[in-house]
């Protein structure tokens, strides 16, 4: 038959093979470009299908988020395929190990059997804590219904209108970097002194393995960057969210300028209340780690330092982490007070606006005077701030606790260095 010869012979026929191979590698091509379109519009309804069609730059500090593995897995998946997800998986598992430091006070134990105090050890736990519950809560907020249904829209229209997220304010940046990088000194001397300590001491009596003692102690300073990455983050995330509320709620008192549909800015102001009261239940659990932990451990540290305080001056490196947890509890309540004083500026700024009519509506004029008085009324009633937990946050309760938190810290300062 004809091609039948032997490739690369003399025979006739024998071109025949090479020109069916490069008409088969020209079909093979072609049907890999299709399947690969075929795939990536699959991936695509998928995507829009389980609703997550997010984008990197719909998440807050994305860096962050991806150093932290908190950015959902799927996500990496329809955007980068699925090596890179497994890739991703195995990282993520990676940063799980350091909840490993949650139990320190038990390791301490182990590694010196000494009688320790309950309260000693649930003091130490609390702190530790801290950390694993904001990663947590970070990993399911990112991957819940409210991110995509509320955060991603106020993200998107922050970005439409001037192209970038809100940031952090500069001497807030400044004072966290300057405390990290400290803390991360500071942690790194507390584990070689620790580690000094442990090994030399005639006191220590236990049996645990040097090498594994080693390892940890390795294992907890290469991990630390992570525990105080993840509470600072969670604060950081919550900061960004207040301020892309403060930004709709400016964005809703421009659109009262001139004559407007007061049924349309009705449903906006609807809108905006309904996503702050999400944000609140949301953020419950959130209020409870980065502001209760906080709360719970200068007590604690209070009832050490009248009762044990030679357990203080010994683990001198937990003072300066709580202190660390408050500030961020701080700039929390501080952001939910900015919601709250916005909500009660903007909203007496629209009254005025009505009063003076510069804000007038198109409705029936026969009505208007009922429709101003009604709307009016709304307006000044239908936001009392921004509450967690039955709480109100305001800028009052904000001063209060600074002052108690002032008051408090004073002797506790003196009596330290007294003793130091």
């Known amino acids: 038959e004809p091609g039948g010869g032997e490739p690369g012979g003399g025979e006739p026929g024998g071109g025949g093979n090479a020109e069916c191979r490069r008409v088969s590698l020209r079909t093979w091509a072609a049907r890999r470009c299709a399947r690969w379109r075929r795939r ?231 809108r905006n209340i309904g996503d702050r009261e999400a944000e609140e239940q949301a953020w419950a659990c959130g209020f409870l780690i980065s502001v209760g932990l906080p709360c719970i451990s200068v007590a604690m540290l209070v009832v050490l330092f009248m009762g044990w305080p030679e357990y203080v001056i010994e683990h001198w490196f937990f003072p300066s982490y709580v202190l660390h947890l408050v500030v961020q509890s701080a700039q929390t309540f501080v952001s939910a007070a900015q919601i709250t004083s916005k909500s009660e500026q903007v909203r007496l700024k629209i009254v005025e606006m009505i009063v003076v009519r510069e804000a007038t509506f198109t409705e029936n004029q026969a009505e208007y005077g009922f429709q101003v008085e009604a709307y009016t009324t709304y307006l000044s009633n239908c936001y009392p701030g921004f509450c967690v937990l039955g709480t109100l946050v305001t800028n009052e309760l904000v001063t209060q606790l600074g002052n108690v938190l002032a008051l408090t810290a004073l002797p506790l300062v003196v009596k330290y260095l007294v003793h130091t």
């Open 40 to 270: 990536r519009a699959r991936r695509a309804a998928n995507r829009r299908r389980a609703g997550a069609d997010i984008r990197s730059s719909d998440f807050p500090f994305r860096r962050f988020n991806f150093l932290l593995a908190l950015i959902p897995v799927r996500f990496i998946y329809v955007t980068h395929g699925i090596l890179a997800a497994l890739i991703y998986a195995v990282y993520q598992i990676f940063v799980i190990f350091h909840i490993l430091a949650l139990p320190w006070a038990m390791y301490m134990q182990w590694m010196e059997p000494i009688a320790h105090d309950w309260f000693q050890t649930f003091y130490l736990t609390v702190i530790y804590c801290q950390a694993p519950l904001a990663w947590l809560f970070l990993r399911w907020l990112l991957n819940s219904d409210h991110f995509l249904t509320k955060i991603v829209p106020m993200v998107r229209e922050e970005q439409a209108r001037r192209r970038k997220l809100p940031c952090i304010e500069c001497h807030w940046q400044c004072l966290f970097g300057f405390i990290s990088f400290s803390l991360q000194c500071l942690y790194c001397i507390w584990l070689w002194k620790t580690w000094q300590h442990y090994p030399d001491n005639g006191k220590n009596t236990s049996n645990f393995p040097v090498l594994l003692f080693e390892i940890m102690f390795v294992a907890k300073a290469l991990t630390f960057p992570y525990r105080l990455l993840a509470p600072m983050l969670l604060c950081q995330i919550f900061s960004v969210i207040a301020k892309l509320h403060i930004a709709r709620m400016e964005e809703y008192q421009a659109r009262h300028r001139g004559r407007n549909s007061g049924k349309t800015l009705f449903q906006l102001l609807k």
